[in-house]
């Protein structure tokens, strides 16, 4: 019967010799941490945007409302609509991201 005094069979021998790690464990804990820590990021970030995005949207509701009320006054001519335009483009973008 032969022996193994050398511990040439060994797991951690054969996947040496393989080229493969002897210690091929993850450590779940770990894992998880990553991914709690790595979604709360990803909600901090979405969160972000969420928040500016609210913010543009009221710059633009005003910009519209004051050319609006500039037109009514008579202070912008019909050959300046590009200006609204512009900011409806604007509007309906932020919105559009939304969804």
Partial sequence: MATDSQGLLSHN??????????INKTNK???????SLLLQHQAAVIEGITESKAKYRKIVQAGIA???????????EI??????????????ELQRDDL
């Fill in 29 to 35: 804990c770990s894992v998880n941490t990553n991914n």
């Fill in 79 to 92: 050959n300046s609509v590009d200006d609204l335009k512009k900011l409806i483009e604007l509007d309906i």
């Fill in 66 to 76: 004051k050319w609006v009320n500039d037109f009514q006054k008579g202070n912008i």
């Fill in 13 to 22: 021998h054969c996947t040496r010799w393989l080229g493969v790690s002897a």
